[in-house]
């Protein structure tokens, strides 16, 4: 499994970031994540040993937030849907460019 932290936003939206993408965020994308690169990385390395002897069937994965008022980031692991989830799995398997039009399951009479 690729390491990754979910960082909770300002904008209402979470995002993700790879390990392999840790080190390219500039100064600009982190004042808009309104984290420094040391907390950054230390919520990164936290949310690494929170997912040792994790699976992907366990359907968790790391997320840093800030409390008091952004003084501090904690991070959780927070459970996901699964891929038998029906929300999602129209787009699992029709690809991303589909459009409900596309489903065989979505014949209206």
């Known amino acids: 499994m690729r390491a ?3 960082v909770s936003t300002d904008y ?16 600009s994308e982190l004042w808009k994540l309104r984290i420094s690169r040391p907390v950054l990385k ?14 992907e069937n366990d359907r968790v994965r790391p997320c840093a937030y800030p409390i ?4 501090q980031w904690v991070v959780h692991l927070v459970q996901y849907p699964g891929r038998s989830d029906p929300l999602t799995s129209f787009w699992n398997e029709k690809g991303s460019n ?5 489903s065989d399951d979505c014949n209206i009479s």
């Open 42 to 55: 230390r919520c990164f390395a936290e949310g690494v040993m929170l997912m040792q002897g994790k699976t």
């Open 68 to 71: 008091s008022g952004g003084k």
């Open 12 to 27: 209402g939206y979470d995002v993700a970031i790879y390990e392999e993408d840790l080190e390219g965020i500039t100064a």
């Open 4 to 6: 990754i932290l979910e």
């Open 98 to 102: 589909a459009t409900p039009s596309d």
